[in-house]
């Protein structure tokens, strides 16, 4: 793996999604050890803006040379990266959250460690506890993505009002990739609007 034109700070970034991983290369007698171990207890956070120091702040605050840093930096990340015999990822929590999508701008979100059944694309799910709130409890499951990230395997479920429609999943599908669709479209106009847009059924006479 080729570094040098890889950003640093992205690299701190990236170590930080890993902690426990980083804690792993401790146990060896790697000349970074007390730059790593001070990296890792810092309190980003508090310490610095937005929570992701430049290396210049972290030279400072670590009291390190800006280059023996970068040095360092890539030497960790190349091990954390490359290790995966030696050292492989394990991901021994899972973490389900909820994005959820009414009529209007209506939008709730919550999370679970336990789900006995996963849902899939295209699944109906209903949450009588969201009626009072969206007058309506039934859902269907329009995206799905994970993230894994320290230990933990997060799984994102983005959850629609009503049910599924296969017809209109694939034509908007289409329309974004032949352009009837731009990317702010999709972003600012409801299901509604973007059928109207492109003309489909009985919406077509809505714009």
């Keep these: 793996m080729e570094l040098n034109q890889v950003s640093t700070k992205k690299i701190v970034y990236c170590i930080l999604h890993m902690k426990e991983r980083a804690r792993a290369l401790l146990q060896k007698q790697n000349a970074f050890n007390s730059f790593l171990e001070d990296l890792l207890n810092l309190d980003l956070d508090k310490e610095f803006e937005n929570g992701h120091p430049s290396l210049k702040e972290l030279s400072k605050r670590l009291d390190i040379k800006y280059d023996r840093i970068r040095k360092y ?13 030696e050292l492989p990822f394990s991901f021994s929590g899972v973490e389900y959250i909820f994005y959820v999508f009414g009529s209007g701008d209506k939008s709730a979100f919550f999370s679970s460690n336990s789900l006995p059944v996963v849902p899939r694309l295209g699944e109906s ?8 709130y969206f007058n309506s409890s039934t859902f269907y499951v329009n995206g799905v993505s994970y993230e894994l990230t320290g230990t933990i395997q997060k799984v994102y479920f983005d959850l629609r009002a009503g049910y599924f429609n296969p017809y209109w999943y694939f034509r908007k599908a289409q329309a974004e990739e032949e352009g009837e669709l731009s990317f702010n479209d999709l972003i600012n106009l409801n299901e509604y609007q973007q059928k109207a847009k492109i003309g489909i059924g009985r919406y077509k006479n809505w714009l």
Excluded: K, N, T, V
Excluded at 73 to 85: A, H
């Design 73 to 85: 930096l890539q030497e960790i990340y190349q091990l954390l990266i490359d290790s995966g015999e």
């Design 125 to 132: 799910i209903d949450l009588p506890f969201l009626h009072a």
